[in-house]
């Protein structure tokens, strides 16, 4: 599902000892062509949500975008609702571990903290609900004196967990897409984006 340009021109190694300047050169003018298209390969598989209920109210989609439209409504800025749109994306192939997918999704473009509360998210829902299932429902205090605990459970007890009902005027995907591409041109950091674009 390329949505960028097919490469007319490849580098020549057959393995990384083989690289050359002009080799990396090529690949770096690819990476920022392919990097470009991240907002929109993001939004194709958030779209993959779209009608998965699992038993719930309303299907995960709706789920991300009324997290997003709360989020918004209470004043939120671009990262953080882009956060709440975002942090259940992983639960099409993160099946057993959700949350590490969505934050590291939005990692380079989130504050430290926003990250941290979509990595953390599921223990902190689990304070809902974890008890009908034969778990302990404080599992978040193992994060007790962690600067961002306090972030963390207000996300969930004002957004996420409260993002199931079916007769919110939630708003709709379009909305946020504009968001979503500001919000994912600017990485604040990056760690080797060419290796890891290529490894
Ligand atoms: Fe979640
Ligand atoms: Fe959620």
Known sequence: MADYEAPQQRAKFRNFEEGTQEDWSLIATHFMQFAGGVADRVLTH??????????FPIDRLQHCLQTATRAHRDGRGESYVVMALLHDIGDTIGTYNHPDIGAA?????????????CKQHGAFQGYY?????????????AFIGNPYFDACA???????????????????????????????????ASAGPIEGAAT
């Open 154 to 188: 207000e996300f969930c007890e004002k957004y996420d967990q409260a993002a199931f009902d079916p007769d919110y005027d939630t708003l709709p995907l379009e909305y946020f897409e504009p968001m979503v591409h500001r919000v994912m041109s600017r990485p604040r």
């Open 105 to 117: 999704i939005v990692k380079p473009f989130v504050t430290p903290e926003e990250h941290w509360i």
């Open 129 to 141: 609900y974890f008890h009908f299932l034969g778990m302990n429902r404080n599992a978040r205090d």
């Open 46 to 55: 958030l779209k993959l949500l779209d009608g998965d209920y699992g038993g």
